[in-house]
């Protein structure tokens, strides 16, 4: 059993990277990847754990882009080669614009009435902060009685206190990815149509594979059989890979567990991931982006 899709501290996950490692080797997992929110930092310091370990650990980074106007998440799976310091330097851009993000949020939920600052959400969420550590905040202090509440009436796009943040589109996204020697793979693409009408899944993922996505995350916690046999057959007919993985974010999140998704619905078998280590991504493939 692998898991290509998991979260640490370093973005909001509830498990220091050494923990996550730990967790992956008791379970006896053959491959862990690392997929931190729009940052590499628990990779980073989870690689020397996991040598010593003897686990398998796989460099990944999930992207918030924008799609037509939405947030659609994006994989990048660094299998042949660490991504590149263009790659990283891009990343810590994008730290800033959400830097940026946190104190215009912290400032318009002051004005609806929460107090609430930005040290405080700091101090759980370190260099990552997002609205999930602002949900936990504002549990903590009473405003809203659970962390779902917090999104409806808060921080969902289409709630009250709802703040944009500057974000990548997804070509540049896919681009970045495979300029720096990645596999980008579209992240649970249950999520990207949901309120939309049945039967555009495809449409929308050729379009993706039109901009130079290479895969397709099949299994993930959200998929059920019905899910998973659509993504497949979607893979199938446009020539993606197969990526899947639970989505662990540890307490955050405490139904889905490591390895075994949502009530055990997953069990990936490990030629996922060989498979997906022949595939060759030469870096450099994407047209550079300028990095001002
Ligand atoms: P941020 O990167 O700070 O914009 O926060 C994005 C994260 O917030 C996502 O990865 C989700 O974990 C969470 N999130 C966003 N919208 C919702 C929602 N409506 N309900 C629950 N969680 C959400
Ligand atoms: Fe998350
Ligand atoms: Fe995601
Ligand atoms: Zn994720």
């Known amino acids: 059993m692998i898991d290509l899709h998991s979260h640490t501290t370093a973005s909001d996950g509830s498990c220091i990277p050494e ?25 980073d310091e989870a690689l020397p754990f996991a040598k010593a370990a003897g686990l398998d650990l796989v460099c990944g980074i999930e992207l918030s882009t924008k799609f ?5 998440h994006l994989l990048g799976y660094f299998l042949q080669q660490m991504p590149t310091q263009d790659f990283r330097d891009w990343l810590r851009i994008g730290q800033e614009s959400r830097r940026d993000r946190n104190r215009r949020l912290v400032e318009r939920l002051q004005s609806l009435g929460v107090d609430i600052t930005l040290a405080e959400v700091q101090a759980i969420g370190r260099t990552q902060t997002g609205r999930p550590h602002f949900a936990r905040i504002m549990l903590q202090k ?3 009685s659970s962390l779902q509440q917090a999104f409806d009436e808060f921080l969902d796009c289409s709630a009250i206190g709802y703040v944009e943040r500057q974000e990548a589109k997804i070509e540049e996204g896919i681009q970045r990815i495979l300029d720096a020697g990645g596999l980008p793979s579209l992240a649970h693409p249950v999520r990207v149509a949901e309120n939309e009408v049945r039967g555009k899944h495809e449409e929308m993922i050729t379009a993706m594979a039109e901009l130079g ?7 993930h916690s959200d998929h059920g059989p019905r899910e998973v046999a659509r993504y497949r057959g979607i893979a199938q007919r446009l020539q993606l890979e197969m990526t899947g993985g639970s989505d662990f974010h540890g307490d955050v999140k405490p139904k889905i567990r490591l390895g075994h998704g949502r009530d055990g619905n997953l069990n990936i078998p490990r030629t ?8 060759r991504v030469p870096a450099g493939v994407g047209h550079s982006f ?3």
């Open 19 to 43: 923990d996550l490692i730990r967790q992956a080797v008791d379970l006896g997992l053959e491959a862990l990847a690392i997929t931190d929110h729009d940052t590499l930092d628990g990779y």
């Open 290 to 292: 300028g990095l001002s």
């Open 68 to 72: 037509r106007g939405r947030t659609v």
């Open 213 to 219: 996505l290479r895969a397709v995350e099949v299994y």
């Open 272 to 279: 996922v991931l060989d498979r997906l280590r022949q595939v």
């Open 142 to 144: 009473g405003y809203v």
